[in-house]
């Protein structure tokens, strides 16, 4: 009923940059605090960043000089900008955001937690 569909992923080298992109769709009501997450091979899922629906930014404080966090909410979109990225960026990167709107065929107002399918990113010479 919600899905969250990410894009942008990639091959880049040192240094590079990457744009990911993550849009909503489905029985929405609202949108809460979107964000995304990343996990390399054999570790678990990590914070990368999140922007509430009036704009506050947050990030893990190895990408704060590097990534950028948008969104439009008309477009129900949420952006990762990344720049200088590194080797140890390289990571399966995930959309997650608050939903509230249909589930299990009825309308509430409690949001709930969804996560995207997920887009690889590898930065490589």
């Known amino acids: 009923q919600v899905q969250l569909v990410e894009s942008g992923g990639g091959l880049v080298q040192p240094g590079g940059s990457l744009r990911l992109s993550c849009t909503a769709s489905g029985s929405i009501s609202e949108i809460g605090v979107m964000g995304w997450y990343r996990q390399s091979p054999g570790k678990e899922r990590d914070y990368v960043a999140t922007i509430t629906s009036d704009g506050s930014r947050d990030y893990v404080d190895s990408v704060k000089a590097r990534f950028t966090i948008s969104r439009d909410n008309a477009k129900r979109t949420v952006y990762l900008e990344m720049k200088n990225l590194q080797p140890n960026d390289t990571a399966v990167y995930y959309c997650?955001?608050?939903?509230?709107?249909?589930?299990?065929?009825?309308?509430?107002?409690?949001?709930?937690?969804?996560w995207g399918q997920g887009t690889q990113v590898t930065v490589s010479p």
């Open positions: 997650n955001a608050a939903v509230s709107g249909l589930r299990n065929g009825l309308w509430s107002n409690e949001k709930y937690d969804y």
